[in-house]
């Protein structure tokens, strides 16, 4: 278990670095101080990095490799995030993935929820 989580700190370290580049590109968010910046990366870590990995949720099942080679699928989500909240992601990217977004509408989504300070409801 310790590998797994060792693996998701560097996971989400490289994501962080990530979004903070692609947002500090961003129309409206390149005016904002790095404490700004990093403050809406931090509210919205979770949906951006789960959402950013809809293409790698394929059969029920979840293919993503760790930095540290260790394949993060479904029950190693379900031994860290608890299975009910493993069992709400699959439900929910599975139906997100029935959206056939388009990369210029997916593109769009992340930065609404980028740059959105509170609660974004979204009803698929």
Same mark, same amino acid.
């Given at each position: 278990?310790? #590998?797994?989580?060792?693996?998701?700190?560097? #996971?989400?370290?490289?994501?962080? &670095?990530?979004?903070?580049?692609?947002?500090?590109?961003?129309?409206?968010?390149?005016?904002?101080?790095?404490?700004?910046?990093?403050?809406?990366?931090?509210? @919205?870590?979770?949906?951006?990095?789960?959402?950013?990995?809809? !293409?790698?949720?394929? =059969? =029920?099942?979840?293919?993503?490799?760790?930095? =540290? !080679?260790?394949?993060?699928? !479904?029950?190693?989500?379900?031994?860290?995030?608890?299975?009910?909240?493993?069992?709400?992601?699959? #439900?929910?990217?599975?139906?997100? =993935?029935?959206?056939?977004?388009?990369? &210029?509408?997916?593109?769009?989504?992340?930065?609404?929820?980028?740059? @959105?300070?509170?609660?974004?409801?979204?009803?698929?």
């Amino acid at each position: 278990k310790q #590998d797994i989580c060792t693996g998701l700190v560097e #996971d989400m370290s490289l994501s962080i &670095r990530c979004m903070m580049a692609y947002g500090s590109k961003l129309p409206g968010l390149s005016n904002l101080t790095f404490g700004e910046l990093t403050s809406l990366v931090k509210k @919205n870590l979770f949906s951006i990095c789960t959402l950013a990995t809809h !293409k790698l949720f394929i =059969n =029920n099942q979840l293919y993503y490799y760790l930095p =540290n !080679k260790i394949h993060y699928k !479904k029950e190693l989500m379900s031994e860290i995030l608890g299975n009910e909240m493993t069992l709400l992601i699959f #439900d929910f990217i599975h139906l997100f =993935n029935q959206l056939h977004l388009s990369k &210029r509408e997916f593109s769009l989504l992340i930065s609404m929820i980028m740059s @959105n300070q509170g609660k974004l409801n979204i009803n698929i």
